[in-house]
């Protein structure tokens, strides 16, 4: 078990390489504050991530995720959002995700990597999103650090307790990392890293085969020269040896 460094009274097991869907109660409850300018001042209203999404679901034309806030940009309004930062991290990776068309509640999220900081309590967790048969977000960070609002429990692990549906299951879970790791650049160097970090499925079959690395004839022209080495090594040494008697 390892400690939630946003909430120190609660310990978890850690993200495990897999699939994950957004708990859709939990994510609408999280708590954030509206910022207004009224005569001067800055007033804060109550709000949630789920009354904010509502609200700019369909209309959303940019949002800024900053370090302590959030900010939404509409034709006819720009809103401005504090909070813990985890949670308006969640609200931008929506509001993202909505603006390019997609559902994020019915988005996948692959856990693929994590960081620490060697100063202070501070977990970087990484995630690549697949949503509509397509991976729509390469690198997503969720940062747990005092202060940040980090809760893991609006991860939920997919699983499923029929044997044939698990297999099933699995498969498109390995289908999905295998692409992570093979299509897109931040997974492939995931793959070549000297440190060697943990990937779904271990190592095995992941390394790049020299025809994925030259494309089009260049690997066969590359095996023709190979050939033609070999060929003018056994010649030179036909030669040594005649000119040795």
């Not at 809103?79 to 988005?107: C, D, Q, V, Y």
Request: glycine share 6%; proline share 4%; hydrophobic share 40%.
């Amino acid at each position: 078990m390892k400690p939630i460094w946003a909430d120190l009274s609660k310990k978890w097991n850690g993200f495990r390489l897999t699939r994950y869907s957004l708990d859709f109660d939990k994510v609408r409850g999280l708590p954030l504050a509206e910022e207004r300018l009224i005569e001067g001042k800055i007033e804060k209203n109550a709000t949630t991530v789920g009354e904010i999404y509502t609200r700019f679901a369909d209309r959303c034309i940019e949002v800024e995720n900053h370090v302590l806030k959030v900010e939404v940009t509409t034709e006819t309004e720009k809103a401005s959002f504090a909070g813990p930062s985890f949670n308006h991290g969640i609200l931008s990776e929506l509001l993202t995700l909505r603006k390019k068309g997609f559902n994020p509640f019915s988005a996948q999220w692959f856990f693929y990597d994590s960081d620490s900081s060697r100063t202070e309590p501070h977990e970087i967790y990484s995630f690549f999103v697949v949503c509509d048969d397509k991976i729509v977000r390469e690198c997503v960070d969720f940062r747990d650090y005092i202060g940040s609002g980090f809760d893991p429990a609006v991860f939920e692990a997919d699983y499923d307790s029929d044997s044939t549906s698990r297999a099933w299951s699995e498969a498109r879970t390995r289908l999905w990392y295998q692409k992570f790791y093979t299509e897109t650049e931040i997974g492939q160097l995931m793959v070549l890293r000297q440190d060697r970090p943990r990937l779904y499925g271990g190592r095995s079959n992941l390394l790049p085969e020299t025809s994925a690395l030259f494309p089009g004839n260049a690997h066969k022209t590359i095996s023709q020269i190979h050939r033609l080495l070999w060929v003018l090594i056994i010649l030179v040494a036909l030669i040594l040896l005649r000119l040795l008697k």
